[in-house]
């Protein structure tokens, strides 16, 4: 079974500009999430979505940053304009329905450096 | 509000030695879930283990062990005979079952096995 696909892998811009992230989830899997996940801690979570609906954006910071999954498989994250504390791990995940007892399988991450 | 507390910020061991990796955690609800992931260099979580907050019972998988203890608010995981390759940072996660359903992450162990 293939695994969450993220892309791309790594990304280096500078402050201001705009940047966007990729994720396809395990096929089936209606729950879709989110994370940043900065240096030296564990992932936070800036999303959920649950087929195309969101779940939970309260951790999102909605004036720069912005995310959808129009026909509820993959998705898209944005930052516009991006700031230097975004550098930062961005982790998709995906479970199977969603709800708090799933596990969720995460890809393998972009790693975004802002300049 | 939920809380995973993971104090060892670093351990190094020598390969063949026993380690444990200490996890507490904060939560108000009754029914909940707890999870430990592994980050290898490459940057992928993995999934370890899901345990629910009604079963108590330690769990063995090959070198991997783990220790609950609702009483202390504890989910200790032991990994036997240790080899190189369990070098990585693990993380600690709680998922409350109520409608906060946000995964929340300890700061994270790194794990460093030395030949």
């Known amino acids: 079974e293939a695994g969450v696909a993220q892309s791309p892998r790594y990304k280096i811009i500078e402050k201001r500009q705009s940047v966007a992230f990729w994720c396809n989830p395990i096929?089936?899997?209606?729950?879709l999430y989110w994370y940043q996940q900065i240096l030296g801690q564990g992932p936070k979570l800036l999303i959920q979505?649950?087929?195309?609906?969101?779940?939970?954006d309260s951790q999102l910071p909605k004036d720069r940053f912005s995310a959808e999954r129009l026909k509820g498989v993959d998705s898209t994250l944005k930052i516009q304009p991006a700031k230097l504390e975004d550098s930062a791990v961005y982790l998709c995940?995906?479970?199977?329905?969603?709800?708090?007892?799933?596990?969720?399988?995460f890809g393998p991450g972009t790693r975004l450096l802002v300049l | 509000a939920q809380k995973v507390t993971q104090a060892q910020t670093e351990i190094s061991v020598v390969e063949k030695e026993d380690v444990t990796l200490d996890c507490v955690y904060e939560?108000?609800?009754?029914?909940?879930?707890l999870f430990w992931y592994k980050q290898p260099p490459s940057g992928e979580l993995v999934f370890l283990i899901r345990?629910?907050?009604?079963?108590?019972q330690n769990e063995i998988s090959g070198r991997y062990s783990w220790n609950f203890q609702k009483s202390t608010s504890s989910f200790n995981f032991t990994i036997t005979a240790s080899q190189v390759v369990d070098s990585a940072v693990y993380f600690c996660?709680?998922?409350?079952?109520?409608?906060?359903?946000?995964?929340?992450f300890g700061s994270g162990t790194q794990l460093t096995v030395l030949p």
């Open positions: 995940a995906s479970s199977l329905v969603g709800g708090g007892i799933e596990t969720q399988y």
């Open positions: 096929s089936g899997h209606a729950t």
């Open positions: 979505f649950q087929n195309n609906g969101v779940v939970d």
């Open positions: 939560t108000r609800d009754t029914t909940y879930y």
């Open positions: 345990r629910n907050s009604f079963d108590e």
């Open positions: 996660a709680l998922n409350p079952s109520g409608s906060a359903r946000q995964l929340t």
